[in-house]
């Protein structure tokens, strides 16, 4: 469910037209529901009631700080990945012991500033990261909180590039050898063991490799105990999926979720983290654009629009599908299109053979679903300036992040004085 939905044939975000707002800020642009988010923290908050928990929204997915507070304004924790996301969780008022720290690569100086600024814990993925955390907490005169990321080889069914809980994906430890580097890790003098990390990748539509995971983490837990390890949680990550089109079946429910949690790990007294990103902010998003032109080609008519690739990437990553509607609703779709954006490449096609209401150049269309991996992951290619956010609050609306003009994005450049 989302808060964005037709009234006497115009969209509105919750109480807003969409069109005021492409009229007052321009196009493309990304509008945000505070309904939704709010809605869908507290379906996942609802889920895990009973157990000790902590949903920790994947800020990777919408780093905007005026999102962020939303959320940590509800008590969400956040899970980040570098020490910019951390940064922007502790801009928008999320205390240090709500931040996880994610991620394969994490500097020296990022351990060091999040060490300093204050973590929940370290979601830690190899050896040598311990050692490094291990060292600078100790010259700092710190006690660093730690969960290993184990991989349990769980082929989560999902896009290969967002999967990550196979043996072949970079990330986390492989199980088999969870016990020699836990017993490392407790060796460390800068270093307190306190949970198990997994994560085995994102938009996932079916439980199953989910709870063959969890069932492997309930297992180390209880040998990790017996070998007197203090295990007091467990992050499972996230990945639980959307459904990006609105004729597809739904995934599993948060509450759905929540049950099977109940029924791999309930046992164990442990407190729960959770890490979704894409379920919370990614039906919490719309990316309106303006139509160019249409274009008749040979054997297809072309929908030019003002949105491109380094808006969205998404369609061209990872050949996604957004549901693209008519801001001003008319006809039954009766129109075929391929939807493409204006910059110079093949790849910069959100749609082929899309069946649509007719359109003419000038009127408007929402992508759904595009508040998750949408803005974060923009560009500014071909010197497009990156696209503006908007945040909608019941009958208002503001905007989060302005769009760069032409001068402030050249004046970031500099010649050098012997040019």
């Known amino acids: 469910m989302d808060h964005f939905n037709y009234r006497d044939g115009v969209l509105f975000a919750e109480d807003v037209s969409?069109?005021?707002?492409?009229?007052?800020?321009?196009?493309?642009?990304?509008?945000?529901?505070?309904?939704?988010?709010?809605?869908?923290?507290?379906?996942?908050?609802?889920?895990?009631?009973?157990?000790?928990?902590?949903?920790?929204?994947a800020v990777k997915a919408n780093s905007n700080?005026?999102?962020?507070?939303?959320?940590?304004?509800?008590?969400?924790?956040?899970?980040?990945?570098?020490?910019?996301?951390?940064?922007?969780a502790k801009a928008a008022?999320?205390?240090?012991?709500?931040?996880?720290?994610?991620?394969i690569g994490k500097t020296r100086e990022e351990i060091r500033t999040t060490l300093l600024g204050g973590i929940r814990q370290f979601n830690v993925e190899s050896e040598p990261e311990l050692q490094a955390i291990s060292d600078i907490a100790s010259e700092l005169g710190l006690i660093a909180p730690v969960a290993v990321r184990v991989n349990p080889d769980v082929d989560a069914h999902t896009h290969a590039k967002i999967a990550t809980g196979k043996s072949e994906n970079k990330f986390g430890i492989p199980i088999s050898r969870a016990?020699?580097?836990?017993?490392?890790?407790?060796?460390?003098?800068?270093?307190?063991?306190?949970?198990?990390?997994?994560?085995?990748?994102?938009?996932?539509?079916?439980?199953?490799?989910?709870?063959?995971?969890?069932?492997?983490?309930?297992?180390?837990?209880?040998?990790?105990?017996?070998?007197?390890?203090?295990i007091s949680r467990l992050d499972l990550g996230g990945g639980l999926g959307i459904p990006y089109r609105r004729d597809n079946s739904a995934p599993p429910l948060p509450s759905e979720y929540g049950a099977m949690v109940r029924e791999t790990l309930g046992h164990l007294d442990v407190e729960i983290e959770i890490e979704p990103g894409r379920l919370i902010a990614g039906n919490a998003g719309l990316l309106v654009s303006r139509v160019i032109y249409v274009k008749e080609g040979e054997d297809r008519r072309f929908l030019i629009v003002d949105a491109a690739m380094n808006d969205l990437i998404r369609p061209a990553m990872y050949e996604a599908h957004h549901d693209i509607i008519p801001v001003d609703e008319s006809l039954a779709p009766s129109t075929v299109y391929d939807v493409v954006g204006p910059v110079c490449e093949t790849?910069?096609?959100?749609?082929?053979?899309?069946?649509?209401?007719?359109?003419?150049?000038?009127?408007?269309?929402?992508?759904?679903?595009?508040?998750?991996?949408?803005?974060?992951?923009?560009?500014?290619?071909n010197s497009r300036p990156l696209v503006p956010e908007v945040l909608v609050n019941g009958d208002q609306f503001a905007v989060i992040r302005p769009r760069p003009s032409y001068e402030e994005m050249i004046a970031r450049d500099t010649i050098p004085a012997w040019l």
């Open 93 to 103: 008022g999320v205390p240090g012991e709500r931040i996880v720290f994610s991620g």
């Open 18 to 57: 969409v069109a005021d707002i492409a009229r007052a800020v321009g196009t493309p642009v990304y509008i945000y529901s505070t309904a939704t988010l709010k809605r869908h923290f507290q379906l996942f908050d609802d889920a895990l009631a009973g157990m000790p928990h902590l949903v920790c929204f």
């Open 65 to 88: 700080v005026a999102v962020l507070k939303t959320l940590g304004d509800l008590g969400a924790g956040m899970d980040v990945v570098s020490v910019g996301e951390y940064l922007r």
């Open 179 to 230: 016990q020699a580097v836990y017993a490392f890790a407790a060796s460390l003098p800068g270093i307190q063991v306190v949970g198990i990390d997994v994560h085995i990748g994102s938009q996932l539509t079916d439980l199953a490799p989910f709870r063959a995971a969890y069932q492997k983490v309930a297992e180390l837990t209880e040998v990790l105990r017996a070998e007197g390890h203090t």
């Open 347 to 381: 790849g910069d096609t959100f749609a082929r053979g899309r069946a649509m209401a007719p359109l003419n150049a000038g009127e408007l269309v929402a992508f759904r679903s595009a508040g998750a991996y949408g803005a974060v992951m923009a560009s500014e290619y």
